[in-house]
Antibody
Framework: EVQLLESGGGLVQPGGSLRLSCVDS????????MSWVRQAPGKGLQWVSI????????YYADSVKGRFTISRDNSKNTLYLQMNSLRAEDTAVYYC???????????WGQGTLVTVSS | QSGLTQPPSASGTPGQRVTISCSGS????????VYWYQQLPGTAPKLLIY???QRPSGVPDRFSGSKSGTSASLAISGLRSEDEADYSC???????????FGGGTKLTVL
């Protein structure tokens, strides 16, 4: 069973950086393509990034390209999202998720809140 | 990045059948599968429908999905109070090379 737990959220000033982590307590992390999806307060879901099971392929939404970096450590069953040059519009709950059918989120973590504000 | 279009709200009474629409284009719904997610208040999304009309194990058959052209629908029959949630559609967009979501529909059970 997939059990995802995100951490690393918090309050950060505009222009600052934050690294999110997502630990999979199951036993199949290394076989899963993984993704980050965010949800701004009171808004809909927005896809952020995806990484292949080996970590060799990554893709990003235009809104975060060049600022965010997705990575993974399969030996630690952990997914990461390094977020730099943060903006107010990046304020959201960030969810990690396993992927089904190449790119679609399947199992989700409980989310971690990132607030970008001065 | 452009998303899919959903009505912001829907409502129904217990036992009723309700449908939620999701409109897209040929670059997403028209050429890719549609997925539906249920998000109960204060919780993470849950996959409800995949590949247009397939239900993951554990999802009641009261929930069904359909697609025609560049639009899709989620139908909920025998509406229950516990179905009150936000429902979002999603699809892969070939022109954007990205997953696109609808804005979500808040379902109220009256």
């Amino acid at each position: 069973e997939v059990q995802l737990l995100e951490s690393g959220g918090g309050l950060v000033q505009p222009g600052g950086s934050l690294r999110l982590s997502c630990v999979d307590s199951g036993f199949t992390f290394s076989s899963h393509t993984m993704s980050w999806v965010r949800q701004a307060p009171g808004k809909g879901l927005q896809w952020v990034s995806i990484i292949s099971d080996s970590g060799g392929s990554t893709y990003y939404a235009d809104s975060v390209k060049g600022r965010f970096t997705i990575s993974r450590d399969n030996s630690k069953n952990t997914l990461y999202l390094q977020m730099n040059s943060l903006r107010a519009e990046d304020t959201a709950v960030y969810y990690c998720a396993t992927i089904v059918d190449t790119a679609m989120p399947e199992d989700w973590g409980q989310g971690t809140l990132v607030t970008v504000s001065s | 990045q452009s998303g899919l279009t959903q009505p912001p709200s829907a409502s129904g009474t217990p036992g009723q059948r309700v449908t939620i629409s999701c409109s897209g284009s040929s670059s997403n719904i028209g050429g890719s599968y549609v997925y539906w997610y249920q998000q109960l208040p204060g919780t993470a999304p849950k996959l409800l429908i995949y590949r247009d009309n397939q239900r993951p194990s554990g999802v009641p058959d009261r929930f069904s999905g359909s697609k025609s052209g560049t639009s899709a629908s989620l139908a909920i029959s025998g509406l229950r109070s516990e179905d009150e949630a936000d429902y979002s559609c999603a699809s892969w967009d070939d022109s954007l090379s990205a997953v696109v979501f609808g804005g979500g529909t808040k379902l109220t059970v009256l």
